[in-house]
């Protein structure tokens, strides 16, 4: 039997590896270094990325391609993701992907506020991203310009959320009296705003799991996008993503394990 690995290096992504193990027939290994790993990983086991892995750590896939160990990376992403797969084709890699499966962050964000309240708030949450800082085509700052004159806001907000790894502040001209800094956790967002707007983040998905109001915008063409809510009602889909990551995981030659 392989064992299963995952890397957690933050808060959210041990959050990920917990609800993950409860989805898998055998353990899950979390390891907060990839040093670590390569100490106990041997060929046929599998280690499971979630977030995206960064440019950085294609040496992981070098290592797991040259020792027989498969990396799934787990992409709940849109716009970006199939591009930063693309890039790692000469590698040993398996795609789980939102695109045929349930959202595996948004179940587990069900899972977590399965008892959420309704919220009355009309403003929207732009969850910003480290576009720049990652090397993109496009800024997270020009995003959230086009936004401020694109976006349909009314007489409502436009709240922003910046991520961990952004190393840049807001632009003090972007802000006026339609756009504000919402410095909150994303727990406390997920129980202020219906509405939800941004490129690719994972909390998106998540929002739209707890059957918020979310639009993506295309980061090339600018075009915005409605993501597809199927109810208003929170629905859990949790037993349609083991069965999913079980059928997954024998496609990809590990045969029975349940």
């Not at 957690?8 to 390891?31: C, I, K």
């Not at 962050?105 to 008892?115: D, P, Y």
């Not at 202020?192 to 994972?202: A, D, K, L």
Request: net charge negative; glycine share 6%.
């Amino acid at each position: 039997m392989p064992q299963f690995f995952h890397l957690t290096h933050d808060a959210y992504s041990r959050d990920v590896s917990e609800f993950l193990g409860e989805l898998l027939p055998v353990a899950l290994n979390q390891v907060e270094q990839f040093e670590s790993f390569i100490v106990s990983a041997k060929g046929g086991d599998l280690f499971f990325f979630s977030p995206t892995p960064q440019n950085h750590e294609q040496r992981y896939f070098k290592w797991a391609q040259e020792n027989g160990v498969t990396c799934i990376i787990l992409l709940d992403h849109c716009h970006f993701a199939h591009r930063d797969f693309e890039k790692y084709t000469d590698q040993k890699l398996a795609l789980f992907s939102v695109k045929q499966y349930p959202s595996l962050h948004g179940e587990m964000t069900v899972k977590k506020f399965s008892n959420l309240a309704p919220v009355q708030n009309r403003d929207t949450l732009f969850c910003s991203q480290p576009l720049f800082e990652d090397g993109r085509e496009c800024d997270q700052f020009e995003i959230l310009q086009y936004l401020l004159e694109h976006y349909p806001l009314g007489d409502n907000t436009l709240w922003i959320k910046q991520h961990p790894r952004e190393q840049r502040e807001v632009p003090a001209k972007l802000f006026n009296n339609k756009l504000k800094l919402f410095e909150g956790s994303m727990d406390q967002a997920f129980q202020t705003f219906n509405n939800w707007v941004g490129v690719s983040s994972m909390a998106l998905y998540s929002a739209q799991a707890l059957g918020k109001k979310v639009t993506t915008i295309d980061p090339y063409s600018k075009k915005l996008n409605l993501l597809n809510v199927e109810s208003s009602e929170i629905c859990s889909k949790e037993i349609q993503l083991k069965e999913g990551l079980l059928t997954f995981l024998q496609e990809i030659g590990l045969g029975k394990l349940d």
